[in-house]
């Protein structure tokens, strides 16, 4: 069975990281649903930079709806809208609360996750312009970092886009399956799933 992807958008999304996640998500063949968090329900938004993005549907008419993962792309703009938005911060709650995974890269993990308290007892990273908002104890400098206790995964900017989608590959499916998605695009040899390339 597919998996089922929810990726949260709104004004002030940073773009490259919502985009890398949808893009390497529909490669692996998951099903991933676009939807806007924007209080006016509008679906188009203006993301980080200035480059408008269309979401499918709203929120609300998906909260209902179980998935795999919720994964949060940052931007501070954006992650400021997910922080306010009772219905998405109670979707990521359920989500925990059912063992799914969640995943948040750049500002959400400080701005959303953190500040609601929401993984109290998870290590994380995120963007360092972030890390004083993470406690000492918890904060971790990988680019990419999974708790697994907690089934979190987390990631630290626009640069680290492409590990992060990657590794939510690997999660569900494997470093075998994931090889297949990263060599057509000829990603990083020096990323985890190069290992298998390098041995066939």
């Known amino acids: 069975m597919t998996k089922r992807i929810l990726v949260p958008i709104a004004s ?3 773009e ?3 985009v890398t996640i ?3 998500m529909i490669r692996a063949g998951y099903d991933v649903t676009v939807a806007s968090a924007e209080f006016t329900g509008e679906l188009k938004i203006k993301a980080s930079r200035g ?3 269309t979401a499918q549907k709203r929120l609300i008419d998906v909260a209902d709806e179980q998935f795999d993962a919720i994964v949060l792309p940052g931007g501070l703009g954006g992650s400021e809208t997910f922080r306010d938005n009772d219905l998405l911060v109670e979707m990521v709650k359920q989500q925990k609360y059912e063992g799914r995974l969640v995943a948040a890269i750049c500002a959400a993990p400080a701005v959303v996750l953190q500040q609601h308290n929401l993984f109290p007892d998870a290590i994380m990273t995120c963007h360092p312009g972030f890390k004083n908002d993470i406690p000492e104890n918890k904060w971790r400098s990988k680019r990419v970092t999974y708790d697994v206790n907690n089934n979190l995964l987390t ?3 626009p640069g680290t886009a492409l590990e992060f989608a990657m590794e939510i590959i690997i999660h569900f499916s494997g470093k075998e399956f994931a ?3 990263a060599e057509p695009m000829i990603t990083n040899p020096t990323l985890n799933y190069h290992q298998l390339g390098s041995e066939q």
């Open 12 to 14: 002030g999304t940073e």
């Open 16 to 18: 490259m990281e919502a």
């Open 22 to 24: 949808i893009d390497i």
């Open 51 to 53: 480059i408008e993005l």
């Open 155 to 157: 990631s630290q900017g």
């Open 179 to 181: 090889w297949t998605i």
